[in-house]
Nanobody, 125 residues
Framework: QLQLVESGGGLVQAGGSLRLSCVASGRIFNSYAMGWFRQAPGAEREFVAAISWSGGSTDYADSVKGRFTISRDNAAKNTVYLQMTSLKPEDTAVYYC?????????????????WGQGTQVTVSS
């Protein structure tokens, strides 16, 4: 089992920034591709960003390209980050970290086997 714990969410004004963290434990972290997804009230869970096991490949939803950056620290912290800048009210959602036991990234939620509990991000206008 791989356990994932997110942190870093909160309330921020539009135009502000937040950095989400997701700490993994229980398995060899660098054999997993990682992703961030989000779910707003009444909406489906949607893909935000993903990163390959090595960190050499990333992908983003069109809605966050140029504003969000995903990265990972395999060496010491077993952590994946989501740096969010120029936040908009429409970014308000619960953000989930996810892991899949593959090296390549995926944009599809069912292809991820492990999920964190989520962290709330609220952007006020």
């Amino acid at each position: 089992q791989l356990q994932l714990v997110e942190s870093g969410g909160g309330l921020v004004q539009a135009g502000g920034s937040l950095r989400l963290s997701c700490v993994a434990s229980g398995r060899i972290f660098n054999s997993y591709a990682m992703g961030w997804f989000r779910q707003a009230p009444g909406a489906e869970r949607e893909f935000v960003a993903a990163i390959s096991w090595s960190g050499g490949s990333t992908d983003y939803a069109d809605s966050v390209k140029g504003r969000f950056t995903i990265s990972r620290d395999n060496a010491a912290k077993n952590t994946v980050y989501l740096q969010m800048t120029s936040l908009k009210p429409e970014d308000t959602a619960v953000y989930y970290c996810a892991a899949r036991p593959r090296r390549a990234i995926s944009l599809v939620a069912p292809e991820y086997d492990y999920w964190g509990q989520g962290t709330q991000v609220t952007v006020s206008s």
